[in-house]
């Protein structure tokens, strides 16, 4: 069934709240405990059924890690471009090819591409996939071109809902019992109801928001413009802190949440750390040439660095306070 829900929001203003205490020396000494090369532009990272899953961005690859052994399992071609970061949920790993506008599902175990659904991905934006309330949700384009996300059934691939959203909609997760999805060129970050499909609260969330982060209390939001992230209070749907990273998030990135932190890489700029508690920044490395992706499992940082090919893990204890 298709549905175009309109989108009944309500924006908040933008919290004028900062942290902007004084930022940490950057330093040089990353503690990586282990690294391996994988080849085709490594990228996006997700654990999930006691794997780490990294998926290569040109030519898309899915590779399947073993965190006991660091050592890569098994390989599956996904093809095309894989532009959104991949998630894990329902049975599957969650991978696109934005070049083809197919949304696919690999089994764990064998590794088979059994699901192929097509979808009017956009192929000039980097987002991220998000599974709840038992649907695959995804950023598409509209017929008319405009933004909306699909909430997408993982057994056929119907698109159960087409939800309409501000322009530049990118991101989504899945956290509070909500669909989460940012849209960098409007500023705000949208929250759905999947009971309804229908959008609760438009939230302004800084300048170009992005990649998101579910914490503990917390949805965080990383920005593209003003190298800060925005933490949004899920009790009030408002940007509650902005917080000055000092890293060039305006050159891309990521963001995970994950072992007290939340955790920021960026080309250059492998790994810069906030206390999760306070959001103040307590550590910043500089290294790597193409570090832009992360995720936090294990007891560890996981960092792909795509222009050397490798993928670097860090564990959290050696990183100290």
């Not at 992706?293 to 204890?317: L, M, P, Q």
């Amino acid at each position: 069934m298709r549905n175009l829900v309109p989108m009944l929001a309500v924006l908040l203003p933008m919290a004028q709240v900062s942290v902007a205490a004084d930022l940490p020396p950057v330093r040089t000494d990353l503690p990586i405990a282990a690294r391996f090369t994988v080849a085709d532009q490594p990228d996006w990272m997700v654990a999930g059924f006691g794997q780490m899953w990294l998926a290569s961005y040109e030519p898309g690859g899915l590779h399947r890690i073993d965190p006991r052994t660091n050592r890569i399992t098994g390989t599956v071609a996904t093809g095309g471009q894989s532009c959104h970061r991949i998630t894990t949920g329902l049975g599957r790993v969650w991978v696109v090819d934005c070049k083809a506008g197919v949304l696919m599902g690999v089994d764990p175990v064998t590794l088979a591409i059994d699901r192929r659904f097509p979808l009017p991905l956009d192929p000039e934006r980097e987002g991220s996939l998000a599974v709840g309330a038992g649907s695959v949700w995804v950023t598409i384009r509209a017929d008319d071109g405009s933004a909306a996300v699909a909430r997408v059934d993982p057994v056929g691939g119907a698109i159960l809902a087409r939800i309409a959203l501000p322009a530049g909609a990118s991101s989504v997760v899945f956290g509070f019992g909500s669909v989460w999805v940012s849209s960098t060129d409007a500023g705000v970050v949208s929250r759905i109801d999947p009971k309804t499909n229908r959008v609760l609260s438009t939230i302004a969330a800084g300048a170009r928001p992005r990649f998101m982060a579910v914490g503990r209390d917390a949805i965080w939001v990383m920005h593209l413009k003003n190298n800060a992230v925005s933490r949004l209070d899920p009790r009030t749907n408002a940007e509650v802190a902005s917080v000055v990273t000092g890293a060039p998030l305006t050159g891309g990135g990521d963001i995970a949440v994950g072992e007290g932190g939340v955790w920021l890489p960026v080309s250059g700029r492998p790994l810069t750390r906030l206390d999760e508690r306070t959001g103040q920044v307590v550590q910043s490395f500089s290294g790597g040439r193409g570090t832009g992706a992360t995720a936090v499992a294990f007891g560890s940082v996981w960092i792909a660095d795509y222009k050397a090919g490798e993928v670097w893990r860090v564990n959290v204890r050696a990183l100290g306070r």
